[in-house]
């Protein structure tokens, strides 16, 4: 082996000495940085729990309101999903143990063969809910719309509302934003693939309500105000 090899070997090996806690700093600062960023993710949907858990009740014990706001969760065919007909289920059951006396139906008519609310007050007459006592509000196309026209638009100071356990959270946080006093049904289903997708979407949409619930921005439609529900509960 010549000296030229020799001197080679030895600036190899010194090298890769270098090199080695160098990698281990970038190690160590990938690690804190996907710590941090798990961490930042998660903050929206802690702020959401920590909020709104004393106000998640069941149809049985949920305080009377004068209005139940029931949320739109899409139509198979024209008719509520099935997660959707569970909610207005909920809604029928409020109403007929008088915990509520008229029901805000809200959701998305954005064109004229999508019609969320329609849907959702045939299927609460069809279920024993006078026609009188439903209101629609067809510009509810996300959940702080929903809940920033109730209170705007509609005038509803207190209400119970109604969703899926997996959105009740967020829906009570940001109605709360919108200046109602309200308290929320979380109705049970069928842990399936829709319900954990439903759960890990959450996740994502707490960091968005966060936002929304310290800039309040105008909804997509605000339009004049409404005397729907002080109609409905004469």
Known sequence: MTQQTQREGRLRR??????LPRARRGQRRAFQVTV????AALLPATWLNA???S????????P????????????????PSPYLAHRLDAAARLYERGTVRALLVTGDNSREDYDEPDAMRAYLVAHGVPGN??????AGFDTWDSCTRARRIFGVDRAVLVSQGFHIRRALALCGAAGLDAYGVGVDD?????????????????????????????????????????????
Request: charged letters at 25%.
């Open 14 to 19: 010194i090298r890769s000495r270098v090199r």
């Open 36 to 39: 941090l960023a798990c961490v």
């Open 51 to 53: 909020t709104t858990g």
């Open 55 to 62: 106000r998640v009740r069941t149809v049985e014990d949920v």
């Open 64 to 79: 009377a309101a004068p209005v139940a706001v029931v949320f739109g969760a899409g139509l198979w065919d024209g008719e």
């Open 133 to 138: 006592r439903i209101v629609s509000d067809y």
């Open 190 to 234: 069928r842990h399936d693939v829709t319900w954990y997708y439903g759960g890990t979407r959450e996740v994502f949409a707490a960091a968005k309500a966060a936002v929304e619930a310290t800039v309040r921005p105008d909804p997509h439609f605000l339009g004049p105000r409404e005397g729907g529900v002080t109609a409905a509960l004469r």
